[in-house]
């Protein structure tokens, strides 16, 4: 069952950018901070940068300076700019989204492949 779901996944050259956006598909799942998590074929999914609605940022220190998290509170909307990708960030991306006061991220998206060429 999709709870949330991404866009904007693709294949671009190494250097080039990516936009992806992520938003609930329902009204079951809370958005107090909304995140993106990433996993490449044989790794285990990583944490890559999330935002929530009181505004702190966290991102990864493999993508920071290079990826820009945001989010359109009136759209219920978040957005993953990447910039200056390296085939090392291909992956498929998944948003994930969790209330105020909860530990864990407990809805989640399908994912959206990103591939980065050489």
């Known amino acids: 069952q999709v709870q949330v779901a991404e866009s904007g996944g693709g294949l671009v050259q190494a250097g080039g950018s990516l936009r992806l956006s992520c938003a609930p598909s329902g009204r079951t799942c809370s958005t107090y901070v909304m995140a993106w998590f990433r996993q490449a074929p044989g790794n285990e999914r990583e944490f890559v940068a999330a935002?929530?609605?009181?505004?702190?940022?966290t991102y990864a220190d493999s993508v920071k300076g290079r990826f820009t998290i945001s989010r359109d509170n009136a759209r219920n909307t978040v957005y993953l700019q990447m910039n200056s990708l390296k085939p090392e960030d291909t992956a498929v991306y998944y948003c994930?989204?969790?209330?105020?006061?909860?530990?864990?991220?407990?809805?989640w998206g399908q994912g959206t492949q990103v591939t980065v060429s050489s």
């Open positions: 935002s929530s609605w009181g505004g702190a940022n």
């Open positions: 994930a989204v969790r209330g105020f006061g909860v530990t864990n991220y407990d809805c």
